[in-house]
């Protein structure tokens, strides 16, 4: 019944941007911190941003800090990342996640090339 849906992928060029969609469903997700997640082919999966429940504070891996922001719209049960200054090193496939759950969107695929 939980389900997450992310949108908002694509190809993009080096230095330009992108905007990341999470929309739930099933849940009602402003009682939860949410994450966002990145693995590339042969990866590990990475952190790359959290936001609290109600958006008072934010936390981002020190390779997107400064380029990268993390909001959440809890009246539409949705998060947003919002992707700047976008480098190869940043294609990966991007997942939202319910922290410290089992819910996962399939994720959304981000390609940065030239």
């Known amino acids: 019944q939980v389900q997450l849906v992310e949108s908002g992928g694509g190809l993009v060029q080096p230095g330009g941007s992108l905007t990341l969609s999470c929309a739930a469903s099933g849940i009602r997700i402003n009682s939860y911190m949410m994450r966002w997640y990145r693995q590339a082919p042969g990866k590990a999966r990475e952190l790359v941003a959290g936001?609290?429940?109600?958006?008072?504070?934010?936390l981002f891996a020190d390779s997107v800090k400064g380029r990268f922001t993390i909001s959440r719209d809890n009246s539409k049960n949705t998060v947003y990342l919002q992707m700047n200054s976008l480098k190869p090193e940043d294609t990966a496939v991007y997942s939202c996640?319910?922290?410290?759950?089992?819910?996962w969107g399939k994720g959304t695929q981000v390609t940065v090339s030239a």
């Open positions: 996640n319910v922290a410290y759950s089992s819910y």
């Open positions: 936001i609290t429940s109600a958006g008072g504070s934010t």
